[in-house]
């Protein structure tokens, strides 16, 4: 073990130093991280956890224990951008650190491999997702502890503290995320099979208890606060189907953040003794990975949905081919003469570099530039006080920087579209939105097609708005192909000024930088950044 401080210091600065020079780090957060934002700042202000302030509690943001201390970091004073960075750039920090330590101490792992597996997770997508502000980073730190506590629970005779602990870190990931109660259930399926049933009973009793008592409550408080079970994203996106383009994903996903060290995973086959560790891995891996054939694959940018099984394979590779070492008759390093180490180290330097190269590639997050819906929110935020609503489609950067009570009309924050499938026009007759704004395929100089639910939506809203007389303020887009529009209505004190002011609001695509086009003026011009 000498040296591993050393080593672990050096990983730990390492990564905060790729942090602040190879990180681009994003103007706004992506729309899903700025959907859960907008719940953190209702929260703390006291508003409970609620879409629009004065309605009813709408369990939108799936991450409800990050939204949480979220919320209450901003409650003390930080930024919510800046409590969310902090949040995951800790997380990110301390599962590096904690990658190393676990392949160290649970499996005697050489330094080097250790050393590989925490680099790895260093310039992978979990800096890529804090930038975008997603709480990935913070689920995948009690994924790893909690595989920490199992691998130490399948190795070694269970006590009744590591039990405890391990189910404690169980239901923290079922707090964080519901999924996580899937994957610590499948962790615990892991422990059993390595030890047997019998020689398992501890921790099966601390688990069951722990869930059945503490979990028990939390889930009846939330289906009472809530009025639903389950958080309402999954009765949108999951639907009581199968969604087999959400496990095709989940699986190339998987398979790129993986890909490196799938060898290691094939080598532990070799042997009775070894396929038993294989297995044990690969039960909550292929289990995670498996189970989003529940759920569609909106908004699983950069598979970080699937982030959370990394830090799982990075510790438990190095055993698989601890042996082969042996096996192969290899001579021991101290043994080799002085030009063969160095030939060897230059070597599989090049290796290492050539793998990291490949995650920081693979990981990087299209998040350069500044996003023209996040410039818009910003301008609407000036009338936040007059009681203006919005009717939107996509429902992160526009609710959350205007501050405007907001309909999410693709349902993700609205119970009654979610459990009806889609928007009304009842109900945009009923609540008479002051803007109404899609993301769409089509423009004033392309015909709309419907080709699945997000097209008949936005055509519904389109319909909607130009039968009731709305004023079409900007067609925004590089191309007449790929749009944000925006309907005015038009009989309120300031929608003259809203309208002109949206028209003369740079509008920029966060992807390329370059600024848009308004195809709802006759003779589209393209406005200086």
């Not at 990658?99 to 310039?123: D, F, I, P, T």
């Not at 086009?517 to 589209?524: D, I, K, L, S, T």
Request: with cysteine.
């Amino acid at each position: 073990m000498r040296n591993d401080g050393v080593i672990l210091f050096l990983l730990v600065l390492g990564t905060a130093l790729y942090a602040a020079t190879m990180v681009v780090w994003a103007p706004q957060p992506f729309e899903d991280a700025a959907i859960l934002m907008r719940y953190a700042q209702h929260f703390a202000e006291g508003k409970g956890i609620v879409w629009n302030a004065g309605e009813p509690p709408v369990d939108g943001a799936t991450d409800f224990l990050f939204m949480l201390l979220v919320g209450g970091l901003h409650a003390c004073g930080l930024p919510l951008e800046g409590a969310v960075r902090c949040l995951c750039f800790d997380s990110h920090l301390l599962t590096v650190a904690a990658v190393y330590v676990a392949a160290r101490k649970l499996h005697g792992a050489r330094q080097w491999m250790a050393a590989l597996s925490a680099a790895y997770l260093a310039v992978g997508p979990g800096m890529a997702y804090t930038s975008a502000g997603f709480g990935t980073p913070f689920f995948a730190l009690f994924a790893c502890l909690a595989w920490c506590w199992a691998s130490w629970l399948a190795c070694r005779p269970p006590s009744h503290a590591a039990s405890a602990a391990f189910a404690l870190l169980g239901l923290a990931m079922g707090l964080i995320r519901p999924e996580g109660v899937f994957l610590a259930c499948l962790m615990l399926i892991a422990v059993v099979f390595m030890r047997g049933p019998r020689r398992a009973l501890v921790p099966i009793a601390w688990f069951v208890g722990v869930f059945a008592v503490l979990g028990g409550a939390y889930f009846a408080w939330r289906w009472q606060y809530f009025g639903n079970p389950l958080p309402n994203p999954f009765y949108k996106k999951g639907g009581w189907a199968l969604h087999w383009d959400g496990l095709k994903s989940s699986i190339h996903g998987a398979l790129r953040f993986s890909l490196p060290f799938t060898l290691a995973f094939i080598a532990g086959f070799r042997s009775r003794a070894t396929a038993r560790r294989a297995v044990f891995a690969l039960i909550p891996m292929a289990g995670f990975v498996g189970l989003w054939v529940l759920l569609s694959d909106e908004m699983n940018y950069h598979w970080r949905f699937q982030y959370a099984i990394q830090p799982v394979f990075l510790i438990s590779w190095p055993p698989l081919v601890e042996g082969l070492f042996g096996e192969w008759r290899l001579p021991p390093w101290r043994s080799l003469a002085r030009r063969s180490q160095v030939l060897i180290g230059v070597l599989g330097g090049i290796v290492s570099l050539f793998v990291l190269g490949y995650h920081h590639r693979m990981a990087r997050l299209p998040v350069l530039y500044a996003d023209g819906n996040a410039a818009v929110a910003r301008m609407l935020r000036d009338y936040a006080a007059k009681g203006y609503t919005m009717a939107v489609s996509e429902a992160g950067l526009l609710p959350f920087y205007s501050r405007w009570r907001a309909i999410d009309t693709w349902g993700l924050n609205d119970p009654e579209i979610a459990h009806a499938g889609s928007i009304t026009e009842e109900r945009l007759a009923w609540e008479r939105p002051h803007l109404i704004a899609f993301h769409a395929y089509f423009s004033p100089l392309v015909p709309p097609e419907v080709n699945n639910t997000w097209d008949a939506m936005v055509l519904k809203l389109k319909d909607y708005a130009e039968k009731r007389g709305y004023v079409l303020a900007a067609v925004f887009g590089e191309t007449p192909y790929d749009t944000q529009h925006y309907y005015v209505r038009p009989d309120f004190p300031d929608s003259a000024e809203i309208i002109r002011r949206i028209r003369a609001t740079p509008y920029i695509q966060m992807s390329t930088g370059r600024a848009c086009f308004n195809y709802a003026v006759p003779f589209p011009s393209r406005p200086a950044p």
